[in-house]
Protein backbone atom coordinates (compact mmCIF):
# COMPACT_ATOMS: atom_id res chain seq x y z
CA UNK A 1 0.00 0.00 0.00
CA UNK A 2 1.76 2.97 -1.08
CA UNK A 3 1.05 7.12 -0.76
CA UNK A 4 1.42 8.02 -4.40
CA UNK A 5 -0.06 11.39 -3.96
CA UNK A 6 3.12 12.95 -5.15
CA UNK A 7 2.81 10.85 -8.40
CA UNK A 8 6.39 8.80 -8.38
CA UNK A 9 4.89 5.22 -8.39
CA UNK A 10 4.41 4.22 -12.02
CA UNK A 11 0.79 1.76 -12.08
CA UNK A 12 2.23 0.70 -15.53
CA UNK A 13 5.66 -0.75 -14.37
CA UNK A 14 4.07 -4.34 -14.07
CA UNK A 15 7.56 -5.68 -13.61
CA UNK A 16 7.99 -3.92 -10.31
CA UNK A 17 4.19 -4.35 -9.09
CA UNK A 18 4.93 -8.27 -9.48
CA UNK A 19 8.42 -8.23 -8.05
CA UNK A 20 6.87 -6.04 -5.05
CA UNK A 21 4.56 -8.31 -4.40
CA UNK A 22 6.21 -11.66 -4.51
CA UNK A 23 6.48 -13.39 -1.10
CA UNK A 24 9.98 -15.07 -1.35
CA UNK A 25 12.10 -12.03 -3.33
CA UNK A 26 9.67 -8.96 -2.69
CA UNK A 27 7.48 -7.75 0.15
CA UNK A 28 4.69 -10.68 -0.24
CA UNK A 29 1.67 -9.34 -0.95
CA UNK A 30 -1.58 -10.26 -2.93
CA UNK A 31 -1.64 -6.95 -4.32
CA UNK A 32 -0.44 -3.38 -4.33
CA UNK A 33 -2.68 -0.16 -3.78
CA UNK A 34 -1.96 3.44 -4.66
CA UNK A 35 -3.74 6.10 -2.80
CA UNK A 36 -3.80 8.96 -5.35
CA UNK A 37 -5.74 12.62 -4.90
CA UNK A 38 -8.48 13.06 -6.74
CA UNK A 39 -10.00 16.47 -7.61
CA UNK A 40 -13.53 15.10 -6.78
CA UNK A 41 -13.26 12.83 -3.88
CA UNK A 42 -11.01 12.78 -0.51
CA UNK A 43 -8.81 10.29 -2.50
CA UNK A 44 -8.65 7.25 -5.59
CA UNK A 45 -7.33 3.76 -4.33
CA UNK A 46 -5.71 2.08 -7.75
CA UNK A 47 -5.68 -1.99 -6.62
CA UNK A 48 -3.70 -3.86 -8.90
CA UNK A 49 -3.31 -8.26 -8.79
CA UNK A 50 0.61 -9.48 -9.25
CA UNK A 51 -0.91 -9.99 -12.73
CA UNK A 52 -1.27 -6.36 -13.56
CA UNK A 53 -4.87 -6.84 -13.84
CA UNK A 54 -6.92 -4.08 -11.94
CA UNK A 55 -10.30 -4.86 -9.97
CA UNK A 56 -12.46 -3.66 -7.05
CA UNK A 57 -10.79 -4.98 -3.94
CA UNK A 58 -13.27 -4.78 -0.75
CA UNK A 59 -10.91 -5.89 1.73
CA UNK A 60 -8.18 -3.19 -0.13
CA UNK A 61 -10.58 -0.53 0.09
CA UNK A 62 -11.00 -1.09 3.73
CA UNK A 63 -7.63 -0.95 4.39
CA UNK A 64 -7.53 2.27 2.59
CA UNK A 65 -9.70 3.87 4.19
CA UNK A 66 -7.85 3.43 7.25
CA UNK A 67 -4.33 4.77 5.11
CA UNK A 68 -6.60 7.66 4.46
CA UNK A 69 -7.20 8.21 8.04
CA UNK A 70 -3.62 7.40 9.18
CA UNK A 71 -2.15 10.18 6.40
CA UNK A 72 -4.38 13.01 8.01
CA UNK A 73 -6.53 12.86 4.08
CA UNK A 74 -10.00 12.04 6.47
CA UNK A 75 -11.25 12.13 9.80
CA UNK A 76 -14.33 9.27 10.55
CA UNK A 77 -15.67 9.54 7.01
CA UNK A 78 -15.06 9.15 3.67
CA UNK A 79 -16.31 9.16 -0.31
CA UNK A 80 -13.64 7.84 -2.55
CA UNK A 81 -13.01 6.46 -5.99
CA UNK A 82 -12.14 3.17 -7.33
CA UNK A 83 -12.51 0.97 -10.21
CA UNK A 84 -16.36 0.80 -9.98
CA UNK A 85 -16.97 4.23 -9.08
CA UNK A 86 -17.01 6.22 -5.67
CA UNK A 87 -17.48 4.25 -2.36
CA UNK A 88 -18.50 5.66 0.99
CA UNK A 89 -16.90 4.29 4.40
CA UNK A 90 -17.04 5.43 8.16
CA UNK A 91 -14.73 4.44 10.61
CA UNK A 92 -16.47 3.44 13.92
CA UNK A 93 -14.94 1.92 17.23
CA UNK A 94 -11.96 0.88 14.80
CA UNK A 95 -13.77 -1.11 12.27
CA UNK A 96 -14.04 0.23 8.53
CA UNK A 97 -17.89 -0.14 7.29
CA UNK A 98 -17.73 0.33 3.23
CA UNK A 99 -20.79 0.61 1.31
CA UNK A 100 -20.22 -2.04 -1.37
CA UNK A 101 -21.68 -1.69 -5.12
CA UNK A 102 -25.52 -3.03 -5.31
CA UNK A 103 -25.97 -6.21 -6.71
CA UNK A 104 -28.73 -6.67 -9.01
CA UNK A 105 -28.85 -10.54 -9.93
CA UNK A 106 -28.01 -14.25 -8.44
CA UNK A 107 -27.35 -16.27 -10.98
CA UNK A 108 -27.84 -19.97 -10.68
CA UNK A 109 -25.15 -21.89 -12.39
CA UNK A 110 -25.48 -25.40 -14.05
CA UNK A 111 -24.04 -27.25 -11.30
CA UNK A 112 -26.39 -25.49 -9.15
CA UNK A 113 -24.13 -23.22 -7.34
CA UNK A 114 -24.41 -19.50 -7.69
CA UNK A 115 -22.52 -16.92 -9.63
CA UNK A 116 -23.00 -12.48 -8.46
CA UNK A 117 -21.64 -9.60 -9.48
CA UNK A 118 -20.23 -7.36 -5.85
CA UNK A 119 -17.49 -5.39 -7.78
CA UNK A 120 -15.74 -8.52 -8.89
CA UNK A 121 -17.08 -10.93 -10.81
CA UNK A 122 -17.92 -14.02 -7.81
CA UNK A 123 -18.87 -17.92 -8.02
CA UNK A 124 -20.28 -19.12 -4.68
CA UNK A 125 -20.13 -23.18 -3.70
CA UNK A 126 -21.33 -24.37 -0.82
CA UNK A 127 -20.01 -27.18 0.68
CA UNK A 128 -19.60 -29.80 3.92
CA UNK A 129 -16.22 -29.53 5.42
CA UNK A 130 -14.38 -26.33 3.67
CA UNK A 131 -11.19 -26.59 5.92
CA UNK A 132 -10.33 -29.83 3.75
CA UNK A 133 -12.08 -28.75 0.63
CA UNK A 134 -9.74 -28.70 -2.67
CA UNK A 135 -9.60 -25.15 -2.99
CA UNK A 136 -6.39 -25.01 -4.87
CA UNK A 137 -6.97 -27.24 -7.58
CA UNK A 138 -11.44 -27.22 -8.01
CA UNK A 139 -10.97 -22.80 -7.48
CA UNK A 140 -8.84 -22.81 -10.75
CA UNK A 141 -10.36 -25.38 -12.63
CA UNK A 142 -13.54 -23.12 -11.94
CA UNK A 143 -11.47 -19.91 -12.64
CA UNK A 144 -10.55 -21.43 -15.79
CA UNK A 145 -13.50 -23.10 -17.15
CA UNK A 146 -15.25 -21.87 -20.59
CA UNK A 147 -18.11 -20.29 -18.85
CA UNK A 148 -16.34 -17.18 -17.15
CA UNK A 149 -14.07 -16.84 -20.03
CA UNK A 150 -12.06 -15.08 -21.23
CA UNK A 151 -11.76 -13.00 -18.08
CA UNK A 152 -12.36 -16.03 -15.36
CA UNK A 153 -14.05 -15.20 -12.30
CA UNK A 154 -13.46 -15.75 -8.50
CA UNK A 155 -14.24 -18.63 -6.41
CA UNK A 156 -15.65 -19.25 -3.30
CA UNK A 157 -16.48 -22.10 -0.96
CA UNK A 158 -18.59 -21.57 2.09
CA UNK A 159 -19.47 -23.52 4.55
CA UNK A 160 -22.73 -23.43 7.00
CA UNK A 161 -21.51 -22.87 10.67
CA UNK A 162 -24.52 -21.52 12.32
CA UNK A 163 -27.19 -19.02 12.66
CA UNK A 164 -26.14 -16.17 10.56
CA UNK A 165 -22.30 -17.57 10.19
CA UNK A 166 -20.25 -19.37 7.40
CA UNK A 167 -16.97 -19.83 6.94
CA UNK A 168 -15.49 -18.77 3.47
CA UNK A 169 -12.28 -19.97 1.74
CA UNK A 170 -11.89 -17.93 -1.57
CA UNK A 171 -9.49 -18.82 -4.66
CA UNK A 172 -8.57 -14.89 -6.21
CA UNK A 173 -8.52 -14.34 -9.59
CA UNK A 174 -5.28 -12.22 -10.69
CA UNK A 175 -3.47 -13.80 -7.80
CA UNK A 176 -4.05 -17.22 -8.85
CA UNK A 177 -4.35 -18.59 -5.54
CA UNK A 178 -6.22 -18.31 -2.21
CA UNK A 179 -6.20 -15.30 -0.26
CA UNK A 180 -6.50 -15.03 3.66
CA UNK A 181 -9.92 -12.95 2.86
CA UNK A 182 -11.55 -11.67 0.12
CA UNK A 183 -14.21 -8.75 1.16
CA UNK A 184 -16.03 -8.96 -2.63
CA UNK A 185 -16.30 -12.73 -2.26
CA UNK A 186 -17.16 -12.92 1.67
CA UNK A 187 -19.53 -10.44 0.64
CA UNK A 188 -20.91 -12.39 -2.29
CA UNK A 189 -21.06 -15.16 -0.81
CA UNK A 190 -23.17 -13.44 2.32
CA UNK A 191 -25.48 -12.66 -0.06
CA UNK A 192 -25.86 -16.28 -1.58
CA UNK A 193 -26.33 -17.45 2.45
CA UNK A 194 -29.14 -14.60 2.67
CA UNK A 195 -31.13 -14.27 -0.35
CA UNK A 196 -34.26 -15.60 1.29
CA UNK A 197 -33.85 -12.80 3.95
CA UNK A 198 -35.43 -9.19 3.19
CA UNK A 199 -32.63 -7.86 5.71
CA UNK A 200 -29.61 -9.37 7.25
CA UNK A 201 -26.50 -9.48 8.92
CA UNK A 202 -24.24 -12.23 8.47
CA UNK A 203 -21.03 -13.00 10.11
CA UNK A 204 -18.40 -14.55 8.01
CA UNK A 205 -15.01 -16.28 9.34
CA UNK A 206 -12.51 -16.67 6.74
CA UNK A 207 -8.44 -17.71 7.66
CA UNK A 208 -7.49 -13.93 7.70
CA UNK A 209 -10.23 -13.28 10.61
CA UNK A 210 -13.84 -12.10 10.80
CA UNK A 211 -15.96 -9.92 9.18
CA UNK A 212 -18.98 -8.89 8.68
CA UNK A 213 -21.80 -7.93 6.02
CA UNK A 214 -25.06 -6.14 6.15
CA UNK A 215 -27.49 -5.54 3.71
CA UNK A 216 -31.30 -4.97 2.65
CA UNK A 217 -32.99 -6.99 -0.09
CA UNK A 218 -35.43 -4.70 -1.94
CA UNK A 219 -36.87 -7.20 -3.83
CA UNK A 220 -35.51 -11.34 -5.09
CA UNK A 221 -32.19 -10.77 -6.20
CA UNK A 222 -31.57 -7.29 -5.53
CA UNK A 223 -29.57 -5.92 -2.48
CA UNK A 224 -28.72 -2.36 -1.72
CA UNK A 225 -27.56 -0.75 1.40
CA UNK A 226 -24.38 -3.59 1.74
CA UNK A 227 -21.75 -3.13 3.99
CA UNK A 228 -18.39 -5.33 4.33
CA UNK A 229 -17.76 -4.24 8.07
CA UNK A 230 -14.43 -5.46 9.70
CA UNK A 231 -10.83 -4.20 11.31
CA UNK A 232 -7.78 -2.64 9.03
CA UNK A 233 -4.46 -2.63 11.45
CA UNK A 234 -1.43 -1.08 10.15
CA UNK A 235 1.38 -4.01 10.60
CA UNK A 236 4.40 -2.47 9.24
CA UNK A 237 5.99 1.05 7.50
CA UNK A 238 8.51 1.68 5.72
CA UNK A 239 10.50 3.23 2.08
CA UNK A 240 10.96 1.03 -0.66
CA UNK A 241 14.06 1.32 -2.58
CA UNK A 242 13.46 0.73 -6.63
Known amino acids: MIDNRN ?6 DLELIARLCDRKFG ?21 INPDG ?31 EGPLHAIIENDLVHLRMPDVTDII ?11 GSPHYVRFVENVENYSILETGKQIRE ?15 LRGK ?8 ERGVENETL ?10 LAF ?12 TLGGELTVRFEQVREGVFQSIYLIGPAEKVFEGIVLV
Open 181 to 190: SCGTGVTASA
Open 7 to 12: GIFNQN
Open 108 to 118: PTEKEDLFLNT
Open 194 to 205: GKNLKKGEVKIM
Open 27 to 47: IGSDGLILIEDHPEYDFEMIY
Open 164 to 171: GEIFVRTY
Open 145 to 159: SNEFAPEGTNVNFVQ
Open 53 to 83: SKSLCGNGSRCAVMFGHHLNMIEFETTFLTI
